[in-house]
């Protein structure tokens, strides 16, 4: 089991507390994390850009693409658009996706006193702990 911390936007977080959010999209021109780095029973630190961790959630399950092409990532929209909650003009965005990673999520639960992760620089996700 690895640890993750993952940077989130605060209407995101708050679809995740609510759970409306039920999975976690991360979509990429280069092959970046979370793209093959997590697993089911992973733990993902959730924080706020700028701010603290507010949170954390186990991952149930992840589904993983390499190079999708654009009709396998229609699909995917389509079939998981509740889930995701990814914006109306997210794909007109986003244009360009090589790896894609949908990463389930499960047992989500706010921390009262966040635990300190030292963190300064701009990637939105980052392995802490390795599983191996």
Excluded: C
């Amino acid at each position: 089991m690895a640890k993750h911390l993952a940077i989130y936007t605060a209407k995101a977080l708050d679809e995740i507390f609510s759970g409306r959010q039920k999975i976690d999209g991360r979509f990429s021109k280069i092959k970046i994390a979370p793209f093959l780095a997590v697993s089911a029973d992973d733990i993902v630190l959730m924080k706020l850009s700028g701010e603290k961790i507010v949170g954390q959630f186990i991952v149930d399950r992840v589904l993983y693409f390499d190079h999708p092409r654009r009709e396998e990532l229609e699909t995917l929209a389509a079939k998981y658009k509740k889930e995701l909650k990814i914006a109306q003009n997210f794909w007109l965005q986003h244009e360009v996706v090589n790896y894609a990673s949908l990463i389930f999520i499960r047992e989500v639960s706010k921390f009262i006193v966040p635990p300190e992760v030292p963190k300064k620089d701009l990637r939105p996700w980052v392995v802490l702990e390795s599983g191996i």
